[in-house]
């Protein structure tokens, strides 16, 4: 009896504490992480609207001391350029020879970084004169590029994030852009505002706000209908074109072949 009572009594509390595990563990998936946090979706507000360039093939957007210097793409088309906001008149410009696709732009300190598509070459541009400083080259191909103000980003299409120190001009680390747990593609222009990158997603008129760290997409904004049917002249391509003014904290939209540039206030809905 002694033993039968013993071995009742070890079972029956083995199987307590089994049950026990089983509900602690449950109630601890259930507790929400920053990872299962929910992504929130952002909405704007146009502030302004200024006229835009229409043959502009815009691959790079950047805001810098009042004036807008834009990177355009298309073989034969190619520029970098710098331009009046509220006029849109070009103020200084260079062409890049026929065969060169241009790509993203970004300022880093006194220089301008201007990737092309397909030709794996970077220029590297004195940001007072647009004279080459030098060149570069990298074996993917040049989407996006931005900088964290240590460090150049670059996007090539693919869910990778490439850090690239602007000296050396060689990679550092990279991320990988996650929603979910799944990898995000066809990350086009970039802009790094505020330890977030803002990164358009081609072939559609959606921006991710990506955490720089981690690679994860923190929140959505959807312009679909920031063009209005007017604005429509048959040529109108996509969504393209990021610029941050840190001054008044607005984001500067275009996209290529699009007449106008729009000043946006963003509101985060969570």
Excluded at 16 to 27: D, E, P, T, V
């Amino acid at each position: 009896m002694f033993l039968y009572e013993f071995f009742s009594k070890k079972y029956y509390l083995t199987g307590i504490m089994i049950i026990l595990c089983i509900i602690i563990f449950n109630f601890a998936c259930t507790i929400p992480t920053n990872a299962d946090a929910e992504i929130s979706s952002l909405s704007y507000q146009v502030l302004e609207v200024y006229p835009h360039d229409v043959k502009a093939f815009t691959q790079g957007l950047v805001w810098k001391d009042g004036l807008l210097y834009e990177g355009t793409g298309l073989y034969g088309s190619s520029s970098l350029r710098k331009t009046d906001l509220k006029t849109g008149k070009i103020l200084q410009q260079i062409t890049l020879s026929d065969n060169f696709f241009g790509e993203g732009i970004t300022i880093f300190k006194d220089r301008i970084y201007q990737l092309t598509w397909k030709e794996q070459t970077g220029f590297v541009y004195y940001l007072e004169t647009f004279q080459l400083s030098e060149t570069f080259s990298y074996e993917h191909e040049g989407w996006g590029i931005t900088h964290d103000g240590e460090n150049l980003i670059v996007s090539d299409g693919t869910p990778i994030l490439r850090f690239i120190d602007p000296v050396s001009l060689k990679e550092i680390k990279q991320i990988k852009v996650f929603e979910n747990e799944k990898p995000v593609f066809m990350i086009n222009e970039l802009e790094y505002i505020n330890g977030k990158i803002y990164a358009n997603i081609w072939q559609t008129d959606l921006i991710a706000v990506i955490d720089s760290e981690s690679g994860k997409v923190i929140s959505w904004l959807d312009l679909s209908d920031i063009l209005k049917p007017d604005d429509e002249n048959g040529k109108i391509d996509v969504l393209n074109g990021i610029a941050f003014d840190p001054e008044n904290e607005h984001l500067l939209i275009t996209g290529k072949l699009w007449p106008k540039v729009f000043r946006i206030k963003i509101f985060d809905n969570r």
